[in-house]
């Protein structure tokens, strides 16, 4: 009976991997409580894999905010000249006003 | 260099600078016409706010300004068809049992060997990136990148794309979830 109470104890405390896992996604954004902050620390002393999705995670965010950087200035796709044309004529137009 | 103000001359923006934003704003939102038509649309945005530029930043600068609110107008419009959370994901934890909810033997994460100070793996690794990015269902997609622009708070998004805060955490982490397991698999196999 009280084995029993105290395995539910736990539990209440105690995240499972996908609740730290949620954590330390929306922790990469937001600020967490203090508890929840606890939690995930315990669970990540005990967790390797969810270490190593902490690492992963953070590898994932650095990269994507290069690619993006990288994307817009490699300047690889041009809009099409005729589009430009129109774009221009319509500055003009705008401008002559 | 000289402390002088910069200036707006909107006669060479779109030989200056269309093409950059063409491609900031493609890769947003993935459409072509749609990307043209955002880029048209900041450029006439930009001529009728003419006197908010202050001169501290430079033109481009500004005028990724005005792209990237044009990019959040856009998905909100199209944020209201879909804001739905896809269901049709398994998720890499166990569905029952005594490991209820903690990784299941196939979904658990594996060592990565990625050295990213090597410039060779840190190419192959973005590359992957970008392949695994555009598996990841439209809306998700909208929420990964727009979490990207300028670091909007989170309230921001939902309001911008019409979902509760609590609905946003939930699709980020399975976005991740599912980028993580398709890198992997990329990795693994390249």
Known sequence: MIKKMMIRGMDAVMLTCEEATYL??????????????????????GCVFCRRFKLQSELINENLEQLELLEAQQAKQEIPLEKKEKMQTLVEEALAK | ???????????KWVSEHSDYLYNYALFK?????????????????????QTSFK??????TW??????????????????????????????????????????DSGQPNKWKIDTSNDLEREEFQRILALCLSYLPEHWRDIFHLKLIEEA???????????????????????????????????LEA
């Open chain 2, 153 to 187: 708070s989170g309230e921001e998004i939902c309001k911008d794309l019409n979902i509760t805060s609590s609905n946003l955490w939930v699709i980020i982490h399975r976005a991740k979830l599912k980028m993580r397991a398709c890198i992997e698999k990329n990795w």
């Open chain 2, 55 to 60: 001169g501290n930043s430079t033109e481009r």
């Open chain 2, 29 to 49: 939102v993935s459409n072509e016409m749609m990307a043209q038509d955002l880029v048209q649309d900041t450029f006439v945005a930009g001529l009728n706010a």
């Open chain 1, 24 to 45: 330390i996604t929306k922790s990469e954004y937001v600020k967490l409580g203090c508890i929840k902050r606890m939690q995930l620390k315990m669970h990540l002393m």
């Open chain 2, 63 to 104: 005028l990724v300004s005005i792209l990237k609110r044009k990019i959040i107008d856009h998905y909100r419009k199209s944020s209201v068809r879909k804001n739905t959370i896809n269901t049709d994901f398994s998720m890499p934890f166990n569905a029952g049992g005594m490991y209820k909810k903690h990784w299941s």
């Open chain 2, 1 to 11: 260099m000289s402390k002088e103000p910069n200036i707006l001359n909107p006669q």
